[in-house]
């Protein structure tokens, strides 16, 4: 595998479920990313992660939670989600943080139901 | 923060002719200013990008220019092919921060 790769790529879940998404990262880079991206509206960062250590989180609910164990890899938690919580969710990572370069996985297409 | 502006929209061009997408940005410390291309089904993947210290770049049919004094850049597609067809996103990163800011996104359609 090479890139950015994320797992699964559709989810279905109810409003009481608790999964996890998985981002993996295949470049040798020390920063990853969660982004959402809804209909009509710009890319929304959510969290920042750089050499294991969380560096940012823009205000988002708890019931996302975020994991990055190593470099390499990157969880999203969910639980209790919203109808609203909808949406495409991207990975990307990048050399470091101020590298601006960013790479995109392909996204795990979420559904709440 | 950073506030990105992206104009069109939408925007259909014949094949061959050429299409230009505009961003402004508000943050006069941005330094780095991204394009990405999202294909249906799949995440943004970077086509072009220049930095503050150049004024256009060119790859192959796409190229972008900057212009900082009046904090827009744009993006350049000649000779556009059906495969051209994707949303476009422009991004600028605020100063100090961590973040790239993206713009809504032009979603063009190049007819064949």
């Known amino acids: 595998e090479t890139g950015v790769t994320q797992t699964p790529r559709h989810l279905v879940m109810g409003m009481t479920n608790k999964k996890s998404l998985k981002c993996e990262q295949h470049l040798g880079h020390n920063a990853m990313y969660w982004y959402k991206q809804s209909a009509k509206k710009p890319l929304e960062l959510m969290f920042v992660?750089?050499?294991?250590?969380?560096?940012e989180n823009n205000s988002v609910p708890s019931r996302f939670s975020p994991e990055c164990p190593n470099s390499s890899h990157l969880f999203l938690h969910l639980h209790t989600l919203q109808p609203e919580d909808s949406a495409l969710y991207l990975c990307a990572s990048s050399p470091g943080t101020a590298d601006y370069e960013q790479y995109f996985g392909p996204g795990t297409r979420l559904t709440v139901t | 923060g950073e506030n990105v502006e992206q104009h069109p929209s939408t925007l259909s061009v014949q094949e061959g002719d050429s299409a230009v997408i505009k961003c402004t940005y508000s943050d006069s410390a941005s330094n780095y200013f991204p394009w990405y291309k999202q294909e249906l089904g799949k995440g943004p993947q970077l086509i072009i990008d220049?930095?503050?210290?150049?004024g256009e770049k060119k790859d192959q049919r796409i190229a972008v220019t900057l212009n900082k004094t009046a904090k827009h850049f744009s993006l350049h597609i000649t000779e556009t092919q059906p495969e051209d067809s994707a949303v476009y996103f422009c991004?600028?990163?605020?100063?100090?921060?961590?973040?790239?800011?993206f713009g809504k996104g032009t979603k063009l359609s190049v007819i064949p």
């Open positions: 220049i930095r503050s210290n150049v």
């Open positions: 991004a600028a990163p605020g100063a100090g921060s961590y973040q790239l800011t």
């Open positions: 992660y750089s050499l294991e250590e969380r560096v």
